[in-house]
T-cell receptor, first 116, second 107 residues
């Protein structure tokens, strides 16, 4: 069966510090991968998605970046965190269907980031 | 991009009553309409979905109905139970989620 892991589960970071969140998927190959952010009590904002190694599409211009160094690994980074980066970060995967993103997504447990 | 509007934003229902949440989408080419449930502190999970070649799909107490002409689809939960309390999201064609509905079941 497929599983998706995210770490860390929680993180408290000062403004201006760097960030690295990691997501890995097990039990499937060639998945589409996604990063979402959820502010407190708000909806899901798509940040990045990837249809293959090294292929990253950015949905929101900001101080975050994403990388996919391996097929089942997706990393979210920042060089300098802002207060507004606080939120619940969710990684998700879906079955690869070329550029068709219109399928069920499976979400990880999330990372709660607080920037102070 | 596509717009997905979800209503209501909050909903309180007596245990045992029904709950209905509605989403309106803008992309007429959309053909996949899922609903996700997010419990506190967890990632969303798919609870039901429907493709555009059917008008209704049911899974025990949960159903989704689709009106392609009016471009809206709805989640129906019957005989609500306390464990149905959560935030529910619809999703449009291009990775656009609705704004969410916080459903509270009152015992």
């Amino acid at each position: 069966s497929q599983t998706i892991h995210q770490w860390p589960a929680t993180l408290v970071q000062p403004v201006g510090s760097p960030l690295s969140l990691e997501c890995t998927v097990e039990g499937t190959s060639n998945p589409n991968l996604y990063w979402y952010r959820q502010a407190a009590g708000r909806g899901l904002q798509l940040l990045f998605y990837s249809v293959g190694i090294g292929q990253i599409s950015s949905e929101v211009p900001q101080n975050l970046s994403a990388s996919r160094p391996q097929d089942r690994q997706f990393i979210l980074s920042s060089k300098k965190l802002l207060l507004s980066d606080s939120g619940f970060y969710l990684c998700a995967w879906s079955v690869r269907g070329g550029r068709n993103l219109n399928t069920q997504q499976f979400f990880g447990p999330g990372t709660r980031l607080t920037v102070l | 991009g596509e717009n997905v509007e979800q209503h209501p934003s909050t909903l309180s229902v007596q245990e045992g009553d029904s709950a209905v949440i509605k989403c309106t989408y803008s992309d007429s080419a959309s053909n996949y309409f899922p609903w996700y449930k997010q419990e506190l502190g967890k990632g969303p999970q798919l609870i039901i979905d429907i493709r555009s070649n059917v008008g209704e799909k049911k899974d025990q107490r949960i159903a989704v109905t689709l009106n392609k002409t009016a471009k809206h689809f709805s989640l129906h939960i019957t005989e609500t139970q306390p464990e149905d309390s959560a935030v529910y999201f619809c999703k449009g064609e291009k990775l656009t989620f609705g704004t969410g509905t916080r459903l509270t079941i009152i015992p």
